[in-house]
């Protein structure tokens, strides 16, 4: 909203400020269901200090990862393990993805080894998380934290058929770029996505993740963070718990 906007709604309605909006969904009701969603994480039927003991395990697992600028075949066979816990088939393909005779450069053509240092290495001058931009004593516009043609490329490097890691896809090559560049990158996820479609954040589309959801996708869940004031993996983990609760649907009137 402009200005001009916020001032003739005042006039308008001089005992209401207009209601602060992501996406035509409150602000404080989306971040209030964020973190209320964020604390059932990874089980919204478990006990509170079960989940929130979870949550620290898997924070300090993938907290070995953060900063890294190259990875071993066995970090990455972690981080496999890690995604694809209760998955085993999919876990056996990413697996065969990463194999010895995979890992090294062959005939020119670049490794598993090189092509996650080159994924990694997109974002040497990257700017951080877009911030809230204050006016006055409210807050009335918020800065985007738009997604850019890096950030696309340091996806497909790794996930696009033909070029990228063998069955790896956008979901493994997030997690690889989200460990490592935890205040950059999120996960891929197919749930996270439906959620964010479903709040109507982001327009409808094929169920599956593909790559032409990133860009616009990260741009979402960057924007969620920056206003929410929580992290990526936060958001990623609340959204993932929101696919699932009915309360995930647009607020009236949008």
Known sequence: ?????????????????????????????ICGKLRAWHDQYPDPSGQADQN?????????????????????RNQVAELVRWKFQS????????????????????????????????????????????TMAARGSGIDHFGP??????????????????????????AMSSVVLAACRPTRYTIADSRALH????????PQGQPSFRLDDWVPY????????????LTLR??????WIAASDPDSQPTAGT
């Open 1 to 29: 909203m402009s200005r001009r906007g916020v001032r003739s709604a005042r006039v308008a309605h001089p005992s209401h400020r207009p209601e602060l909006t992501f996406g035509g969904v409150a602000i404080a009701d």
């Open 52 to 72: 929130a003991a979870a949550r620290a395990a898997e924070d300090e697992r993938l907290s070995r990862f953060a900063g890294l600028q190259v990875l071993d």
């Open 87 to 130: 998955m085993p088939h999919r876990e056996a393909l990413a697996m065969k993805g990463i194999s010895p005779q995979r890992w090294h450069a062959r005939d020119g053509a670049p490794g598993v080894a090189d092509l996650i240092r080159i994924a990694l290495a997109t974002d040497d001058d990257y700017d951080a998380l877009a």
């Open 145 to 170: 934290a738009m997604a850019t043609d890096d950030d696309y490329d340091a996806l497909a490097t790794m996930a696009a058929r033909g070029s990228g890691i063998d069955h790896f896809g956008p």
């Open 195 to 202: 959620a964010l479609r479903a709040l109507g954040l982001l």
């Open 218 to 229: 990260l741009t979402a869940c960057r924007n969620l963070a920056s206003q929410c004031r």
């Open 234 to 239: 936060q958001v990623d983990r609340a959204l």
